[in-house]
């Protein structure tokens, strides 16, 4: 059956029918010597939106010892999504309008509890696209699915699971076609004591939210105690209006290898409590990063250890403890941490080469939001260089993984 909930992040749900075996969806070398490839497709109707994965169930087909056949392994799974065929029969158009090829590897097949008419274990798969397919709504999509062989001269013999044989389809009923030989669409049909039967196949089409970051930390420049920060100053003023401190660049790293920088938020305003929030982060980040803070003119910081993105909301507070940075790299100042300021050249140490631009600015009586105002005040003078000194007496550098 087919259900559309309100729940904004399934589009399209055609459960898994466990009184069916499911229909093979795979390649293989057949008694010519050539590779085959089975295909099969079923259709949703677009209520708008976007696309972010694509959940589908399956099976393998067991032995006589009723053993799962999964040959020399699935090497990955092809999916595609097709427009509708515009003549009206029923059946996808070629050619796919986004094509996935997804590692067997990168995707869980997760056992449902339910077995199939012939015993066979169901199973769950997921999906997470890299990039949103965009939808309009109203349209009428397809997908299709096939299992691609390790080795198909000993191939995975796996099966999308049905979600039920009707005389009357969910919408239009699922089709498949044989690569590379004929490679059109047919409508599978199956003769009932009553007529035609066609088949609905199970997958869930659905659209996850983007993530929610909530970070606190302070900036030893700006921090005035008791946990709360002055606001950076221009020529004129305030530079930031509200209760907008400064802004920093947020990077997200591989946990697996810091030098993969994998998604970068810039200009983000941290507010005078220390708080700095992001509601846009992709749905696809879903993994464990490492959180880096750069600012104008601080140490470059990072947490501790990758930080879990699989939920929709992320907390991090950088302010509670040293521990709470890679390599404890964090100052305290009375029962509140703040990230090292004074590295005005960005080079990852508080040195001589941070103090000779600000002495050069000083000197010239310069004033404004620039890098050498290390404290924010809006003039470069001797509360700049008081920073500066004494982080570059304790030898403060950047610490990352």
């Known amino acids: 059956m087919v259900m559309i909930e309100e729940n904004p992040e399934l589009k399209w749900k055609q459960h898994p029918d466990a009184g069916r075996s499911g229909l093979h969806a795979h390649d293989y070398i057949n008694n010519s010597g050539i590779t085959e490839s089975i295909i099969l497709a079923d259709d949703w109707l677009c209520n708008g939106g976007r ?24 090497s990955h799974f092809h999916l595609s999504i097709h427009a509708d065929d515009p003549s009206g029969t ?35 798969y997921e999906y997470i696209l890299p990039q949103a397919f965009m939808q309009e709504a109203g349209n009428r999509y397809w997908l299709d699915i096939r299992a691609i062989a390790t080795d198909p001269a000993n191939p995975a013999i796996w099966r999308w699971q049905e979600s039920m044989r009707s005389m009357i389809p969910i919408l239009c009923g699922a089709a498949s076609k044989t690569l590379p030989a004929p490679a059109t669409w047919s409508n599978i ?23 929610t970051l909530n970070l606190k930390f ?6 005035n105690g008791s946990g709360t920060m002055n606001k950076a100053q221009d020529v004129s003023g305030d530079r930031f209006g509200s209760d907008t401190a400064d802004v920093v660049t947020l990077e997200f790293h591989d946990a697996s290898g810091y030098q ?66 890679y390599g404890n790299n964090l100052k305290n100042t009375g029962g509140f941490f703040v990230i090292f300021g004074g590295d005005v050249n960005q080079d990852g140490s508080v040195d001589t080469a941070d103090m000779t631009p600000v002495d050069n600015d000083a000197s010239a009586f ?32 950047s610490i990352t993984p």
Not at 218 to 223: C, K, S
């Open 51 to 74: 696309v972010t994965g694509i959940r589908w169930w399956g099976n393998y087909e067991l032995n006589a010892a009723l053993q799962e056949k999964r040959g020399a392994g699935i």
């Open 366 to 397: 310069a004033t404004g939001y620039l890098a050498t105002d290390v404290n924010g005040d809006g003039t470069v003078d001797t509360g700049d260089m008081t920073i500066i000194d004494n982080n570059a007496a304790g030898f403060v550098s």
């Open 218 to 223: 302070y900036l030893e420049g700006l921090y």
């Open 90 to 124: 029923c059946r996808p158009a070629d050619p796919e309008i986004q094509g996935f090829d997804v590692p067997f590897s990168s995707v869980t097949e997760q056992f449902t509890g339910m077995q199939s008419a012939d015993g066979s274990p169901v199973y769950l």
């Open 260 to 325: 993969s920088t994998v998604y970068t938020v810039s200009q983000l305003a941290v507010n005078t409590g220390g708080q700095a929030s992001v509601s846009s982060i992709p749905y696809w980040l879903n993994g464990n990063y490492y959180i880096t803070i750069r600012h104008r003119n601080s140490i470059e910081t990072t947490s501790s250890g990758p930080v879990s993105f699989t939920g929709n909301n992320i907390s991090y507070d950088f302010s509670t403890a040293a521990s709470q940075a």
């Open 189 to 211: 049909t199956w003769t009932g004591p009553q007529g035609w039967l066609y088949t609905d196949l199970a997958f869930e089409i659905i659209n996850l939210p983007d993530k």
